[in-house]
T-cell receptor, first 112, second 113 residues
């Protein structure tokens, strides 16, 4: 069946460090892929998305490329800020159903 | 544009009481989802609706939980009777079509004493 596996947390980095959060998926057909972010006390917000192979989603300095050959959608940012501290969820959507499959979430903490 | 609106934002009640959580999806969205989030179990899908019809309620933990969507602009999640282990943050989300992102409300933080 369809599933999403993402990097275990928590991840702690210093400000201005390079960030990678790994995400791999298993799916039939051609799913859409998403990264969501959840700040403390808030709901999940869409961070970026990609709808087909080799698409790159980007937003707020974050990027992720839909890699069909490696079934991956890793989240990257070149220089993190304290304000990026949050929980990040990788997710998969597919055309045969409305629901989205979420990964378990990765908690990111950035030290000043 | 108004986002997904949930009420109340916080609810504290005693074990055994009935709890009703409310959600107003984004206008024009035809799918609505109820999630529960806890530290132990993470984010769990409880139930979702397409065009006001329940499609998958396999995530509803027990018969104490029920959800309704009487029209396209309103849904409720009810717990009766409530138990301390129901304490969690409950999120509602909506989407306009398949394979599209879901939009989440700010959640209801529920504490059962």
């Amino acid at each position: 069946g369809n599933s999403v596996t993402q990097m275990e947390g928590p991840v702690t980095l210093s400000e201005e460090a390079f960030l990678t959060i790994n995400c791999t998926y298993t799916a039939t057909g051609y799913p859409s892929l998403f990264w969501y972010v959840q700040y403390p006390g808030e709901g999940l917000q869409l961070l970026l998305k990609a709808t087909k192979a080799d698409d790159k989603g980007s937003n707020k300095g974050f990027e992720a490329t839909y890699r069909k050959e490696t079934t991956s959608f890793h989240l990257e940012k070149g220089s993190v800020q304290v304000s990026d501290s949050a929980v990040y969820f990788c997710a998969l959507g597919y055309s045969s159903a409305s629901k989205i499959i979420f990964g378990s979430g990765t908690r990111l903490s950035i030290r000043p | 544009d108004a986002g997904v609106i949930q009420s109340p934002r916080h609810e504290v009640t005693e074990m055994g009481q009935e709890v009703t959580l409310r959600c107003k999806p984004i206008s024009g969205h035809n799918s609505l989802f109820w999630y529960r989030q806890t530290m132990m179990r993470g984010l769990e899908l409880l139930i979702y609706f397409n065009n006001n019809v329940p499609i998958d309620d396999s995530g509803m933990p027990e018969d104490r939980f029920s959800a309704k969507m009487p029209n396209a602009s309103f849904s409720t999640l009810k717990i009766q009777p409530s138990e301390p282990r129901d304490s969690a943050v409950y999120f509602c989300a909506s989407t306009e079509q398949r394979n599209q992102p879901q939009h989440f409300g700010d959640g209801t933080r529920l504490s059962i004493l």
